[in-house]
Nanobody, 115 residues
Framework: QVQLVESGGGLVQPGGSLRLSCTAS????????MDWYRQAPGKERELVAS???????NYAVSVKGRFTISRDIAKDTVYLRMNSLKPEDTAVYFC?????????WGPGTMVTVSS
């Protein structure tokens, strides 16, 4: 199983930006996909963005054009750059990895968008 450590959450005003980081305990090129999910209070967990081993990316419609997923292979780290944040982006953000058929989740990092 892959250990995932997230960082970068916090409180930001509407329209502001944050960058989340997720570092894997294994060579990320051995991971099929690394994704960011989020779960708002009272809502189901939803996929925000994903990046595959080959570097293909995908985004939820609600964040397209505002969020960017990227990676640093040398650091085994995936990033989620979040711009133009809205109050509805408030949630716990989780890093996810699928490797050799096994799912791994990070503990989550809280993002609060509020004035």
């Amino acid at each position: 199983q892959v250990q995932l450590v997230e960082s970068g959450g916090g409180l930001v005003q509407p329209g502001g930006s944050l960058r989340l980081s997720c570092t894997a305990s294994v060579n990320m090129l051995s991971i099929d996909t690394m994704d960011w999910y989020r779960q708002a209070p009272g809502k189901e967990r939803e996929l925000v963005a994903s990046i595959t081993r080959l570097g293909s990316t995908n985004y939820a419609v609600s964040v397209k054009g505002r969020f960017t997923i990227s990676r640093d292979i040398a650091k085994d780290t995936v990033y989620l750059r979040m711009n133009s944040l809205k109050p509805e982006d408030t949630a716990v953000y989780f890093c996810y990895a699928r490797r050799m058929g096994a799912d791994s989740w990070g503990p989550g990092t809280m993002v609060t968008v509020s004035s």
